[in-house]
């Protein structure tokens, strides 16, 4: 587990407190050291991965770390404490230096969808699924109703209109002007006409007539059950007490 293919030199100089003298310029005790590689057991103490026989009568009662070969060689007991406390560190940067990228990543994330959508934009929220993973799961046609951002430092996230938590930025499709599907007029036009399309078209005078008096939506969608749908969804997505 523990990386020693570095120079003798490297390890001398990685190491923090005690001073490796024992390593310096001594390439063979390095290879030494890798063979003998250790491990951690369950209920603390090391073990000897070159020592301990792979067998499970061994791993009752393995050989500790530092081994015989590596005390023969000179490692000492500090020098052993050393080169563990230098692995620990250089895991726990390698843990610090993910979570900052992941983080700058996010964050970037959540710059792009701040800077290219403005807080209102009609969107496709999934709180379940995606419809490519679980096409039976809810689909919310929506707006957002906050910008983005990173919450507890592990996920892009946006809060949308008729839902009460916030849904993962992956989970949020933004509507394209472009699309004229009935689910994307409703997003765009319910929150200016919050009536639900009804089933009995009354025709405005002119020069509107083509507009229903009675829900405001245009004559043709009255027999179009998509559009009705859509609507009735779009409906349930506003705000309490309307867009
Ligand atoms: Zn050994
Ligand atoms: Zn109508």
Same mark, same amino acid.
């Given at each position: 587990m523990t990386d020693y293919s570095a120079s003798a030199a490297r390890f001398a100089a990685d190491t923090r407190g005690h001073e490796l003298t024992v390593l310096k310029d001594n390439a !063979? #005790?390095?290879?030494?050291?890798?063979?003998? $590689? &250790?491990? =951690? #057991? #369950? +209920? %603390?103490? *090391?073990? /000897?991965t070159h020592c301990t026989p792979d067998d499970e009568d061994s791993f009752a009662d393995p050989i500790p770390w530092p081994c015989l070969p590596l005390r023969e060689a000179g490692i000492t007991d500090d020098d052993a404490r050393a080169l563990i406390e230098a692995h620990r560190e250089k895991v726990a940067a390698e843990y610090r230096a993910k979570k900052a990228d992941e983080q700058a990543e996010l964050q970037?994330?959540? $710059?792009? +969808?701040? @800077?290219?959508?403005?807080?209102?934009?009609?969107? *496709?929220?999934?709180?379940?699924?995606?419809? !490519?993973?679980?096409?039976?799961?809810?689909?919310?046609?929506?707006?957002?109703? @906050?910008?983005? !951002?990173?919450?507890? %430092?592990?996920?892009?996230?946006? &809060?949308?209109?008729?839902?009460?938590? /916030?849904?993962?930025? @992956?989970?949020?499709?933004v509507i394209s002007a472009t699309d004229t599907s009935p689910e994307a007029s409703a997003a765009r036009n319910v929150p200016r006409n919050p009536n639900e399309?009804?089933?009995? +078209?009354? @025709?405005?005078? !002119?020069?509107? =007539? *083509? &507009? /229903?008096?009675? /829900?405001? &939506?245009?004559k043709a969608m009255h027999d179009n059950e998509a559009a009705r749908t859509a609507i009735r969804n779009a409906l349930d997505c506003l705000p309490a007490g309307g867009a």
């Amino acid at each position: 587990m523990t990386d020693y293919s570095a120079s003798a030199a490297r390890f001398a100089a990685d190491t923090r407190g005690h001073e490796l003298t024992v390593l310096k310029d001594n390439a !063979e #005790l390095a290879d030494l050291l890798k063979l003998h $590689d &250790w491990d =951690e #057991l #369950l +209920f %603390g103490g *090391f073990y /000897c991965t070159h020592c301990t026989p792979d067998d499970e009568d061994s791993f009752a009662d393995p050989i500790p770390w530092p081994c015989l070969p590596l005390r023969e060689a000179g490692i000492t007991d500090d020098d052993a404490r050393a080169l563990i406390e230098a692995h620990r560190e250089k895991v726990a940067a390698e843990y610090r230096a993910k979570k900052a990228d992941e983080q700058a990543e996010l964050q970037r994330r959540v $710059d792009a +969808f701040n @800077s290219r959508y403005k807080v209102g934009t009609p969107v *496709f929220a999934y709180p379940g699924c995606r419809p !490519e993973d679980h096409p039976g799961d809810k689909r919310l046609i929506t707006r957002t109703r @906050s910008k983005a !951002e990173v919450l507890g %430092g592990h996920t892009d996230v946006v &809060w949308v209109d008729g839902h009460g938590a /916030c849904i993962a930025l @992956s989970h949020v499709d933004v509507i394209s002007a472009t699309d004229t599907s009935p689910e994307a007029s409703a997003a765009r036009n319910v929150p200016r006409n919050p009536n639900e399309l009804c089933r009995d +078209f009354q @025709s405005k005078p !002119e020069p509107a =007539e *083509f &507009w /229903c008096a009675n /829900c405001r &939506w245009n004559k043709a969608m009255h027999d179009n059950e998509a559009a009705r749908t859509a609507i009735r969804n779009a409906l349930d997505c506003l705000p309490a007490g309307g867009a």
